[in-house]
């Protein structure tokens, strides 16, 4: 039997594999996704898209179909404290947290997708891996037949207890389950009257959000429930009796959507690749889901990879760029576990978890220190150390601020005068060398590889934005993240 070959394969269908995939594709990479599911989910577990989330879906032009299916909301939440983090203090264009269901997610990406030419295969499990110098054999069933395809390399985006992982031998250090909490997702006959409601005192704590019209999501950490096992069932008798006690009233609630329990096992994968195959979203990293961070950080482990992986495959890079990716992404992954972590202590309704609590939120209403662990949580405060890339020979003096901080969507002034986006000269997924200075410079000399994949404009920049003000030149990655900068 000729064995099938293609550049990657993508295992796992979820929003992890599927934004790589578009990512890839969008490049010019053959991508074939392996989904286990023959059909999409149907239960959400993610809301929200965090400002960067949309940030990094508005760097291709995609963000407008998910603004649409969404509903903003200008606050996210730390540990369920009173204090909301306020969303709107942040230096982007999306200074809220959109509303938005993991199925809505997945179905606008997957659709995107296809549209990208992505071979996105549902129904095929994989079972098998065996890699060699040269590429990585996956084997499985599909449809009750057996499969095998040959890729250059594989990316296990395939969630929390991943095969891929498990067969490139990679370690998923870190701690088991020690609390579980529940989820349901109810019409509530007399929901609250704020969008948003967090109760915590000495019986528990809980929130309440508007999950889609009609629905809500209630999460409930009962300390009497705190140590049912995540496997037993939730029914609809012990979410009411616990949001009771609670609050003092079950809300009206009835016609479950969604019954579940979760917990706080947290481990981060030891290494993000394994000669070919690579790691990202869930697959190497979990956590207890507070803050709604899983999904978004999955994300953004797709965007750092792509435009790598891309590179690599048109050999327009070296195999060793590969090697930044779990440098720069591992660090991250350990930060979400920390701060998880923290919020899972926080999470603690005895009277001195309620002090702590208490605490937390009066320093939260420090405006400063607000932003700084909002931007933490979105995943805006993330800079990449310094990479070395072929780059325009001389832009001016080699500036190291701004080096691997991502750039909102600034206004940039052309030289006829009119005004443009940043973002929208990245929806290519190429680099972009943007020159600060009217002919301020030599022809651009970019490396013979890269220069087919790099976009040159020249603009002007606000002067309110003073980190820019001195600036000749920035070369941007295709993540948006700065690879260079250079003053006259
Ligand atoms: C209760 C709860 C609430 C959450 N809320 C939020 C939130 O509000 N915000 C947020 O950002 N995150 C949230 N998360 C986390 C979020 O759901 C995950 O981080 C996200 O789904 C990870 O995406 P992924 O694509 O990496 O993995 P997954 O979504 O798990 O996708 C993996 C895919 O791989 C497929 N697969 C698995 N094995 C194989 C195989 N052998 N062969 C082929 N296919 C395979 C699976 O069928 C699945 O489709 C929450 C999680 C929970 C449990």
Known sequence: MMMDVIDVAVVGGGPTGLMLACELALAGISVRVLERRVEPVQQARALTLHPRSLEVLALRGWEGPFLERGRPLPTAHF??????????????????????SQTVTEQLLEERARQLGVDVRRGCEVRELRQDADGVELAGTAGGESFRCRARYVVGADGARSIVRQLAGIAFVGTDTTITAMLGDVVLA????????????????????????GIHRVLVVDPERMQAPV??????DELRRSVTKIAG?????????????????????????????????????IHFPAGGQGLNVGLHDAMNLGWKLAGVLRDQAPPSLLESYHRERHPVGHTLLHNTEAQTALISFTPSGLALRDLMSDILKNPDLNRSLAERITGMDVRYPELELPAPRREGEPVKTLTGKRLPDLELRLPDGATRR????????????LRLREGNGAPVQLDR???RWTNVVQARVGDDREELRELSALLLRPDGHVGQAWAR
């Not at 609250?192 to 889609?212: D, E, I, K, Q, W």
């Not at 496997?231 to 609809?236: A, G, H, I, P, Q």
């Not at 940043?422 to 060398?433: E, H, I, T, V």
Request: hydrophobic letters at 45%; a neutral charge.
């Open 249 to 285: 009233t079950d809300f009206g609630m009835r016609e479950p959507q969604w019954l579940s329990r979760f917990g706080n096992e947290t481990r981060l994968a030891e290494n993000y690749m394994a000669g070919r195959v690579l790691l990202a979203g869930d697959a190497a990293h």
């Open 422 to 433: 940043l973002y929208s000269f990245m929806r290519d997924g190429k680099w972009l060398l």
């Open 231 to 236: 496997k037993e069932s939730v029914t609809l």
């Open 79 to 100: 540990a369920m404290l009173d204090t909301r983090l306020d969303l709107s203090a942040l230096d982007t264009t999306f200074k809220f947290t959109l509303f938005i």
């Open 190 to 213: 007399e929901p609250p009257a704020t969008p948003v409601l967090s109760v915590a005192h000495l019986r528990g704590g809980l929130m309440l959000v508007p999950r889609s019209p």
């Open 449 to 451: 590889g890269w220069m």
